[in-house]
């Protein structure tokens, strides 16, 4: 069963901020929003993540709806380097990260 | 910090051949996972261990695959004899017990042709 959907691919301006979705309508009250991005011939890169909060960091911005139905990761100032499939996890514990496709995210000059 | 170590980078071997990958986690993460990504798909679980011990190997064809920490440290992950569809990315990662859900770091991977 998928436990999230995403957009199989997006364009961003380079420059412009990349805002990336995630439906998770099934989430349950204990689990966490996770984002990884994987850029091609590497291994996933940990991004973010958080509960009910919205979060930021160095990376990104995360923002999660009040009902924690769907959430958005926010690249704000995208870069070519940040062309990359990025996937959008919910998980609750440690062995409970399932992938799924992601979103390719194709940042152009 | 240096991060997750992997090797070899790369491996084509004939089908019914026997392959082996080392992993070497991040110093001090106690927990390390392996995963294989299909071309196109997005990483599958195969086992992880906590310390040298096995916490969760549901998803590892255990007809072919093997896996170990022996010193709680590196591991080495073994398939035997392989076939086609085990043409792959194994990825290895770890992560510090600390947190539930933990924060997993992944290393390169080591791409697998079978052929």
């Known amino acids: 069963d998928a436990k999230t959907t995403q957009p199989t691919s997006m364009d961003c301006a380079e420059g412009r901020a990349a805002n990336l979705p995630c439906n998770h309508s099934?989430?349950?009250?204990?689990?966490?929003v996770y984002w990884y991005r994987q850029i091609h011939s590497q291994g996933p890169q940990y991004i973010i993540h958080g509960l009910k909060n919205n979060e930021t960091n160095e990376m990104a911005s995360l923002i999660i709806t009040e009902d924690r139905k769907s959430s958005t990761l926010i690249l704000p100032h995208a870069t070519l380097r940040d062309t990359a499939v990025y996937y959008c996890i919910v998980r609750v514990r440690n062995n409970d990260m399932r992938f799924g496709a992601g979103t390719r995210l194709t940042v152009k000059p | 910090e240096a991060g997750v170590a992997q090797s070899p980078r790369y491996k084509i071997i004939e089908k019914r051949q026997s392959v082996a990958f080392w992993c070497n986690p991040i110093?001090?993460?106690?927990?390390l996972y392996w995963y294989q990504q299909i071309l196109g798909q997005g990483p599958k679980l195969l086992i992880q261990?906590?310390?040298?011990?096995?916490?969760?190997d549901s998803q590892l064809p255990k007809d072919r695959f093997s896996a170990e920490r022996l010193k709680g440290v590196d591991s080495t992950l073994k398939i035997q004899p392989a076939k086609l569809e085990d043409s792959a990315v194994y990825l290895c990662a770890s992560s510090y017990i600390g947190t539930n859900p933990d924060t997993q770091y992944f290393g390169p991977g080591t791409r697998l042709t079978v052929l």
């Open positions: 110093s001090g993460h106690a927990t």
């Open positions: 099934t989430i349950s009250g204990n689990e966490y």
């Open positions: 261990f906590q310390n040298n011990g096995v916490v969760d």
